[in-house]
């Protein structure tokens, strides 16, 4: 006798099925690996952003610079959003209908315009000021700016939020992601913790173990690696990505201690900001 399957199991497959395909496009169309003939895994491709992100992570401070300029118009169209994500139809509907504002709304249209004017001032300080004046290194350049802002968003927002396009794409989710997890309560922190988030903050984590801030017990980079596995979990979420963008929306001046230990200090510290 034939075995009966379960039609609400084969939905269940096939929908993780579908979502781990569009997570793995994701991830190549942020690394930049367009052949199709080429076959990747996905942990390898996962470690590749983890990388990314682990290498730029300075940059969720643009981030929270973006947040921080967001006009009120746009502000009040994503709230929309929110107030309405318990019905789907509808949240899609207004979803879209808040895109479309970039193309119609004039305060959409300059705070688009801030963005891509802050990316190309980020991008021109990558570059020589021979490669300035070269348009193919200065589009590789903004490219490269974005695709590192991506994955940022991507290790916050996880590929069931995530949209592999660009910020504004994204900023509704960001902003849910913001209004559940901003103001979690968090455990405190050993020196070490701190110390490692305060390295990682400036994209230094090939350089840690030669700073020589660290306890005795830490002495490989598989043991830094077992400190940052443990530190998300204080902080209610789910990666080191999302704990670094935490700090900076909690103390997003956080950066300015130019002194290695008024920054550790702060860190420590972070926990009283909620």
Same mark, same amino acid.
């Given at each position: ?120 001032? #980020?991008? &021109?300080?990558? *570059? @020589?000021?021979?490669?300035?004046? /070269?348009?193919? %290194?200065?589009?590789?350049? =903004? ?25 504004? #794409?994204? &900023?509704?989710? *960001? @902003?849910?992601?913001?209004?559940? /997890?901003?103001? %979690?309560?968090?455990?405190? =922190? ?85």
């Amino acid at each position: 006798m034939a075995e009966l399957t379960n039609t609400n199991d084969i939905k269940i497959n096939t929908d993780a099925l579908s979502n781990k395909l569009l997570e793995i496009e994701s991830m190549k169309y942020i690394l930049g690996l367009n052949d199709e003939n080429q076959e990747y895994s996905y942990e390898f491709l996962k470690s590749q952003i983890d990388n990314l992100c682990r290498e730029h992570s300075a940059c969720l401070v643009v981030l929270n610079g973006y947040l921080s300029e967001m006009p009120k118009q746009v502000k009040q169209t994503i709230d929309k959003i929110i107030e309405a994500k318990d019905d789907e139809e509808r949240c899609k509907k207004l979803y879209e209908e808040y895109l479309d504002q970039y193309q119609s709304n004039q305060f959409f249209k300059e705070y688009q315009n801030y963005i891509y004017t802050q990316r190309s001032q #980020d991008a &021109l300080l990558d *570059l @020589t000021e021979d490669e300035r004046g /070269n348009y193919i %290194k200065l589009q590789d350049s =903004l490219n490269r700016n974005k695709k590192n802002q991506l994955a940022l968003l991507y290790n916050i927002l996880g590929i069931g939020a995530f949209i592999p396009i660009d910020f504004t #794409d994204n &900023l509704p989710q *960001l @902003t849910m992601w913001i209004n559940s /997890n901003k103001e %979690k309560p968090i455990e405190p =922190l050993s020196d070490d913790e701190c110390k490692i988030i305060g390295v990682l903050m400036g994209g230094y984590y090939e350089k840690i173990l030669s700073f020589n801030v660290l306890s005795n017990s830490i002495k490989t980079y598989e043991d830094v690696d077992e400190v940052i596995k443990n530190i998300p979990a204080k902080f209610g979420v789910h990666n080191i990505t999302q704990v670094l963008f935490r700090i900076y929306l909690l103390k997003p001046h956080i950066w300015n201690n130019r002194e290695f230990e008024d920054l550790i200090q702060s860190i420590k510290s972070v926990r009283e900001a909620v």
